[in-house]
């Protein structure tokens, strides 16, 4: 099938840290994604993008265990951090979610304080070291010590949006990932706090690898370096499966996409 | 045919109700019909509390009692032939009736939230459509059966492990087998509420934890519970407020010897107790005791009144925290 396009791969020396082969994704009896193979190079942005009900969100989600929260969904195939098959009997989806951490579309800051927010994480993972460094130096990661360090005991629903989508950024990084998925994390924003959320993914891809879902095209094309392009399965149209139909440099989706089903998503004539 | 003239019929009969004339009558007469079902149900609310109280200020305005020792005295014997102030004294009705309220608290207060963990964060919804009913069935068990089960197994049972097998004086009527069966009866109330306070925390917050590499148990204790924590206070101030004004179970098993004791295994009497007993009796009405019933109503009013309040702040705090 088409839908199993490896991005070219330029450089060898471009390390492979997230990856998929021949995964399927279901809820119950319902097929939801079917077949992706795709590799996600380290420290760069890699965007999913593609109509609604492709499932984007279960591939995304499929990388730190995430759906094991809902009830029914299982997969098939295979599903690699670095070189551990996540969905291995032996693997701790606990201990793989420290190291692949989440931002979700919401900010769901937890109604602590901005301090314990923070401190959450590093506070369940054990972690021995200077709490109050870490809290600061994970809110200057996230661009937001500045506007928050005289008031780190008030409550984070007392922060503004895009503040509290910070604070989240923020408290992810608190636990040391490797990857931050990111589930649509400006979708809720106003614009200028989605740049500034763009801002800091760049600020941070240094760091951190990011995979990014977005139904935003603009934003796909500004801040990521690979992009995937999912979409429903045209045979079976009725069933609704996502399939990846795409997966290559951004700047060549943008610009020469192979697929013209990319090209009519790309240029708005459909999604 | 027959169907096409009942359908006509139907159709007259309709646009009778739904022409404006009668539409309008109607709407007023239902307006003033359920009007006064709401007044009905507050004015026999406030014709409760006037007689609670103009008989509990009847009771007060007597001479051989007073106010003040009503509420320090430590010697409650208002059926004794000497009537003095000092037999007035309603502390040890309050210490009976606290006795137990905290310790079937101790026991409810634990097993329920234990319960409302369980049933929102690890039961699967299978297992939560089956056992949340059960947990209602127990509590629309009538009280009068929990009593009869008190004094025919708890109080066996503790007669059998703590006085047999070590030699601790059980008296046949006491605390804590009332105290026990208590604390079962109001288990699914705080069970039942605490479990809907965390279910009304966000999924999202859920989520938020578990990608922090969170377990079950820390999400629940840590992220859960906290969140929900003022709902689950005004479950626990409900239950113990229920437990404080239950009475048929505790006159059954703790007895009615009003006594000023820390002891858990000795006959107690309990407001509620102390006012069934004489309204079994033949005490006349308009009597010192036919009074003091009244007296003792109207505190154990105030108090399950100022912790119901109490608890309605706490849910309207809780509501409060997700908007």
């Known amino acids: 099938m088409e839908a199993n396009i490896l991005p070219s791969v330029k450089t060898q020396n471009e390390e492979i840290i997230l990856s998929t082969k021949n995964a399927s994704f279901f809820y119950h009896d319902k097929t939801a994604v079917k077949n992706v193979t795709l590799n996600i190079k380290k420290n760069k942005i890699t965007s999913f993008i593609g109509p609604s009900g492709c499932g984007k969100s279960t591939l995304l989600r499929s990388f730190n265990r995430m759906n094991d929260l809902i009830p029914g969904a299982s997969v098939e195939g295979d599903v690699y951090y670095k070189d551990q098959n996540l969905y291995k009997s032996s693997i701790d989806p606990v201990k793989i979610r420290q190291q692949v951490g989440m931002v979700f579309q919401k900010p769901n800051p937890f109604p602590k304080s901005i301090y314990e927010n923070i401190a959450f994480g590093p506070k369940i993972n054990q972690f021995q070291g200077n709490m109050d460094e870490l809290v600061e130096s994970c809110l200057m990661k996230a661009a937001l010590w500045d506007e928050v360090k005289d008031k780190l005991n008030e409550s984070a629903y007392a922060l503004s949006g895009g503040q509290q989508q910070r604070l989240c950024i923020a408290r992810a990084l608190a636990v040391f990932p490797d990857v931050l998925l990111m589930d649509e994390p400006a979708s809720a924003l106003d614009p200028i706090a989605t740049l500034r959320i763009e801002d800091l993914m760049n600020d941070l891809k240094e760091e951190y690898t990011i995979v990014v879902v977005t139904h935003n095209m603009q934003q796909a094309s500004r801040v990521s370096d690979y992009t995937a392009f999912m979409s429903i399965d045209r045979d079976r149209i009725d069933e609704r499966i996502g399939v990846l139909v795409e997966y290559d440099e951004t700047i060549k989706i943008f610009t020469n996409p192979k697929n013209k089903e990319t090209e009519d998503y790309i240029t708005g004539r459909f999604g | ?323």
């Open chain 2, 1 to 323: 045919m027959n169907m096409v003239s009942n359908k006509k019929r139907i159709k007259n009969l309709l646009s009778f109700f739904h022409s404006t004339g009668m539409n309008d009558f109607n709407e007023k007469v239902m307006k003033v019909l359920l009007f006064g079902c709401g007044v009905f149900s507050i004015l026999i609310t406030v014709g409760i509390i006037i007689s609670l109280f103009s008989e509990a200020i009847a009771f007060f305005a007597r001479p051989e009692v007073n106010l003040f020792t009503f509420f320090t005295g430590t010697t409650w014997r208002p059926l004794s032939s000497n009537i003095v102030p000092e037999n007035f004294g309603v502390r040890p009705l309050i210490r009976g009736t606290l006795m137990i309220a905290i310790m079937s608290g101790a026991i409810a207060i634990p097993l329920g939230l234990g319960s409302a963990i369980y049933l929102s964060e690890y039961a699967s919804d299978r297992v939560r459509n089956i056992i949340k009913p059960l947990l209602e069935i127990l509590a629309g068990i009538p009280t009068v059966v929990y009593g009869y089960f008190a004094l025919s197994f708890i109080t066996p049972l503790l007669k059998t492990v703590l006085e047999e097998n070590l030699g601790i004086d059980v008296n046949f009527f006491n605390a804590l087998s009332a105290s026990i069966v208590v604390g079962v009866m109001i288990i699914p109330m705080v069970a039942s509420i605490s479990e809907d306070a965390m279910r009304a925390v966000p999924r999202s917050l859920r989520e938020g934890a578990y990608a922090l590499g969170a377990t079950k148990f820390e999400v629940s204790t840590k992220i859960v519970v906290p969140a929900a924590l003022s709902g689950i206070i005004a479950a626990f101030i409900l239950g113990i407020s229920r437990a404080i004004g239950e009475t048929m179970a505790v006159s059954i098993a703790a007895g009615s010897t009003p006594r000023m004791t820390m002891n858990p295994l000795d006959s107690v009497q309990t407001m509620t107790s102390f006012i069934v007993q004489v309204s079994f009796g033949d005490a006349p009405s308009g009597s010192i005791n036919g009074q003091s019933i009244f007296a003792v109503g109207a505190t154990l009013f105030a108090m399950t009144f100022i912790m119901n309040i109490i608890s309605q702040t706490f849910i309207k705090r809780f509501r409060e925290a997700y908007d």
